[in-house]
């Protein structure tokens, strides 16, 4: 496995992906892909990879908490007016 594999965008925006990518991913024909596009490129990931990547990236954060806080934040700059 390499990593890098040239792939050439061809009738109506189709790519071929190369089956020894497809053997390792279990992608046949019928998988779901999402194409994540990023500031540093696309992405070619399943959902499931995409909802572990998201969770990753939210890992630690307290959403609920910074939602709160900003909440209490305008409540108190309304009670100020």
């Keep these: 496995m390499s990593g890098t594999h040239v792939v050439v965008v ?8 190369p089956a020894e990518v497809r053997e390792r991913t279990g992608w046949v024909e019928g998988t779901a892909l999402v194409l994540l ?3 540093a490129g696309a992405v070619l ?4 990879q995409l909802r572990a990547r998201v969770r990753d990236e939210l890992g630690g ?21």
């Design 45 to 48: 990931l399943t959902r499931e």
């Design 61 to 81: 954060l307290d959403l609920v908490g910074e939602l709160l806080a900003d909440r209490r934040r305008a409540a108190a700059a309304e009670d100020e007016e």
């Design 37 to 39: 596009d990023t500031e």
């Design 10 to 17: 061809g009738n109506r925006g189709r790519i071929v992906v």
